[in-house]
């Protein structure tokens, strides 16, 4: 019998499926981040795991770190350092790591810790960083390579708007903590002459386009997703509730991943479907309504995030019908604009604009009358993925930028509104919200949707919920 080998470093190491190549990938993300910022750098992991500061919550995150030493280290564990010093002779990459504690690795599992030469030789072998130190010796190596720089300072990875002439907004989390102490450090030492800079930018610009890796990993990601979404159609007779399908997807989902979902799943049914970030997932529903499901599962460090709305029924009713068209069409018209150069900005005029003249023409023309619950846009149509499910910077001025080849965005349409059709004697009455979300990859010449083998067109749909288990 083969035997299975545990307790090792596969949970805090994410080699993103590189394998043997993975610490040659992280040695290049390492060695450009330097060649473009050009001067000390010093990146802070996540201070606590999962559960640590607010018990439970997110406690089920199989992948937590500080997703900048994520993509340049892979390693997933607290209290990590990462100092980058271009051109230095002794070491140019010092990854800091706690003391091996064997207590604490008794209730936690196993981590990298300095004091034991196999840990230190397995970080140093999976991360391509030749110099693992103890933390606590961060403050005392820091002085050195800042004393003895002839470069501007310190560059520091932090959250904030850069747009010209706006308001400076910032987000106040660990890499906002570590710019501060890093800052009253330089003025303990008495350097005032050294600044420290926010390497956001050059960051994300080397971070967002995905290499060949994150696209393989993705298309598992999707692929797993799509599959359960089907086994979910094939079932969907047996639910009366949301929690079953959540629990039926989510479980579905999980089994084929171990590294976790890429966020809580929306399963709204009815009118809870106008609440866009929906969780309670606890009503039941009745077989005229449409379920909203917004979903998706991750491989390595990559995500899926999916969203599909379907008719409890398993048939479109012939008011779902017709606005459920009218929201694809949306999407279809997305995709089709999407392409290298263009910005999501102008993604979402192309959405909204096509939406809202698909209802005019498809719904109002033929006697439909409704009312929505919005002004204008309800969301935006586009986000970012990556390392994480809403990748790039929080304040989302990406959304101005001409889109790179390689990056992976989200193309969501959605429609919530109250909505009435008279139709063959019958009238149609409902408050509904549709929405449908795949993943596109740009591309020079356009896009490839990476999310096209989950069902979406109307007789697909159908066609699996209607099809014997
Ligand atoms: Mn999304």
């Known amino acids: 019998m083969k035997k299975i080998n545990k307790k090792t470093y596969s949970g805090i190491l994410r080699d993103g499926g590189a394998g043997s190549q993975a610490k040659k990938r992280f040695r290049n993300r390492r060695k450009?981040?330097?060649?473009?910022?050009?001067?000390?750098?010093?990146?802070t992991g996540v201070p606590y795991g999962p559960g640590a500061e607010t018990a439970w919550t997110y406690a089920h995150s199989p992948?937590?770190?500080?997703?900048?030493?994520?993509y340049l280290t892979g390693v997933n564990q607290t209290e990590v350092i990462l100092l980058l010093d271009p051109g230095a002779k002794d070491s140019d990459e010092i990854l800091f790591v706690k003391k091996k504690d064997p207590t604490k690795e008794f209730w936690d599992g196993v981590r990298f810790g300095v004091g034991d030469p196999k840990s230190v030789a397995e970080a140093k072998r999976v991360t391509g960083?030749?110099?693992?130190?103890?933390v606590d010796e961060f403050e005392k190596i820091l002085k050195e390579r800042v004393r003895r720089g002839k470069r501007r300072g310190v560059g520091t990875f932090w959250l904030e708007t850069l747009m010209p002439g706006k308001k400076k907004v910032v987000k106040t989390d660990h890499n906002w903590k570590f710019k501060k102490k890093i800052e009253s450090l330089l003025r303990k030492w008495k350097m005032p002459g050294k600044a420290v800079s926010n390497i956001m930018k050059d960051h994300f610009e080397l971070r967002l386009p995905l290499d060949k890796f994150d696209v393989a990993n993705t298309l598992k990601a999707q692929k797993i997703t799509g599959e359960a979404f089907q086994e979910t159609l094939k079932h969907f007779g047996e639910f009366k509730n949301e929690c079953h399908v959540q629990g039926f997807i989510?479980?579905?989902?999980l089994m084929k991943s171990p590294y976790g979902l890429s966020f809580p799943g929306i399963i709204a049914s009815g009118s809870n479907a106008t609440v866009l970030h929906y969780m309670k997932n606890d009503d039941d529903f009745s077989r005229d309504e449409m379920v909203l499901l917004d979903f998706g599962v991750r491989w390595m460090t990559m995500h899926a995030d999916i969203s599909r709305t379907i008719p409890a029924a398993g048939r479109f009713n012939p008011l779902q019908k017709i606005l459920y068209q009218i929201v694809l069409d949306a999407q279809l018209a997305v995709e089709k604009m999407a392409r290298a150069g263009e910005t999501i900005f102008e993604l979402n005029e192309c959405c909204w604009d096509t939406l809202n003249r698909g209802l005019k023409e498809k719904f109002k023309a033929i006697g439909g009358t409704y009312k929505l619950q919005y002004n204008g846009r309800p969301h935006g149509v586009s986000h970012l993925i990556g390392e994480q499910e809403h990748d790039g910077d929080p304040f989302r001025e990406y959304l101005g930028y001409p889109m790179q080849p390689g990056w992976l965005i989200s193309n969501e349409p959605g429609l919530y509104g109250t909505f009435k059709l008279k139709q063959n004697g019958r009238v149609y009455h409902a408050e509904i919200g549709i929405r449908l979300e795949d993943n596109l990859l740009i591309t020079e010449s356009g896009c490839r949707n990476l999310s096209k083998g989950i069902p979406r067109r109307i007789d697909e749909i159908e066609k699996l919920m209607n099809s014997a288990v």
Do not use: F
């Open 32 to 43: 450009k981040l330097m060649e473009r910022v050009n001067q000390l750098i010093v990146l």
């Open 63 to 70: 992948t937590y770190q500080e997703p900048s030493i994520m």
């Open 129 to 134: 960083i030749k110099d693992v130190r103890d």
């Open 250 to 253: 989510e479980g579905q989902m």
